[in-house]
């Protein structure tokens, strides 16, 4: 339980989204996972990728400013770029 949240019943998604919700903030594919999953992250896995990918398909594809960015070697971030 963190700030009065039951995280065991909030779905994955939803806890990538609320992370993602630091704008302008990079976060890396370990803190996502950790943070997500509860678990040390295995570069082998590709977990945080299609999950992000599944958000960018209802955040982004539909419209032309794209929001959620890939910061090469480190993670993502939320931010609108022009």
Known sequence: ???????SKVSREE???????RRE????????AEQV??????SNTN????????LRA?????YSI???HTVRGVGYVL???S
């Open 15 to 21: 806890r990538v989204r609320r992370l993602l919700r």
């Open 79 to 81: 931010e609108e770029r």
């Open 37 to 42: 999953w509860d678990m040390n992250f295995d």
């Open 66 to 68: 794209k929001l959620i």
């Open 1 to 7: 339980m963190c700030d009065g949240v039951d995280f």
């Open 58 to 62: 209802k955040v982004d594809d539909p």
């Open 47 to 54: 977990v945080v990728d299609v999950h992000i990918r599944r």
């Open 25 to 32: 903030e990079v976060l890396s594919r370990t803190m996502i």
